[in-house]
């Protein structure tokens, strides 16, 4: 989940102007935590792919990591989490639900985490395909790290976070966190090609079954 320089932008929304999608995924919502709940379904796909990687040779299958990782990193991290960092949570401030020492700030911690193993993983694949196979082993307990983290997380917000928020963000707001999700994917990450990654996640699924 590491995060791209600026002139490596990849845009995972549609353009703000196109009627009623508001991000990385097909869901159609009035409600913001609903749609960051609608993009955890696709992750698991994707995450449950990667659990089915790590059980054969890396040096096999090195398409389908790169895939995998591809969609973490401008999936998971700079289309979801972005709208998490940059419009949910600082809602939710705005709310009175505290970030240091409180949930707001253990999701950004687990974020920050999961980036380090994602950093981790690209640098063991990167060895990989230059031949080195005793990098696999560095690759998988980073992958199995990732998912452990990936998967509390998800169950966390779900389950917590998004609940909170429901109770003290109104409907009203929800609607305009998701015009606001719109609107930042497009100034912040470009407008577009949010299908790439649902595709993507759909390959590995093929790929790995």
Known sequence: MENRPE??????????????IAACSHHQSDKATALLSDEHRV?????????????????EAIEPWKK???????FADQCHHFKEEKVLFPALEEHGIP??????????????????????????????????QS????????????????REHIQKEDDILFRMADEVISEDEQRQLLKTFETHEAEEIGVGVHEKYLKIAAELERATS
């Open 7 to 20: 002139a490596e932008k990849f845009p995972c929304a549609h353009s703000a102007h196109e009627a009623n």
């Open 43 to 59: 992750i698991e796909r994707v995450l449950a792919a990667v659990e089915r990687l790590t059980q054969k040779p890396a040096g």
């Open 135 to 150: 990098a696999q082993a560095a690759l998988f307990e980073n992958a199995r790290q990732y998912l452990r983290l990936l």
């Open 68 to 74: 995998a990782l591809d969609f973490i990193r401008h």
């Open 99 to 132: 970030n240091e020492g409180g949930p707001i700030g253990t999701m950004l911690q687990e974020h920050e985490e999961g980036r380090s193993y994602v950093r981790a993983m690209f640098d063991a694949l990167g060895k990989i395909e230059t031949g080195d």
